[in-house]
Nanobody, 122 residues
Framework: VQLQASGGGLVQSGGSLRLSCSAS????????VGWFRQAPGKEREFVAT????????YYADSVEGRFTISRDNVKNTVYLQMDSLKPKDTAVYYC????????????????WGQGTQVTVSS
């Protein structure tokens, strides 16, 4: 499977963006999918993850209640709806797939997309 993240951009504080992670390959629905982010000078961190069917999701405390992860296995796409954005959400956002399903540890993910930049201005 190959992943392509898109949808990043510049938005004002309090605004919204929707990121997309599009996958090639017929086995996409067999994978859990996660979103991670890396801010300048910081380590990459977990944001959200969703199970193979979309029935379960898990979020980092920092985005709980503001971000929503979802997936459309027909379109081979996972989405990250980001609302009430804050300057501290500024980062490059990456999507990745995990054979074992829902997971928050980076080590569980085997294939990564190239990242999309999100910048939130104050």
């Amino acid at each position: 499977v190959q992943l392509q993240a898109s949808g990043g951009g510049l938005v004002q504080s309090g605004g919204s963006l929707r990121l997309s992670c599009s996958a090639s390959g017929r086995t996409f629905s067999s994978y859990g999918v996660g979103w991670f982010r890396q801010a300048p000078g910081k380590e990459r961190e977990f944001v959200a993850t969703i199970s193979q069917t979309g029935g379960s999701a898990y979020y980092a405390d920092s985005v709980e209640g503001r971000f929503t992860i979802s997936r459309d296995n027909v379109k081979n796409t996972v989405y990250l709806q980001m609302d009430s954005l804050k300057p501290k959400d500024t980062a490059v956002y990456y999507c990745a797939v995990a054979i074992g399903g829902i997971a928050s540890r980076q080590e569980s993910y085997t294939v990564w997309g190239q990242g999309t930049q999100v910048t939130v201005s104050s």
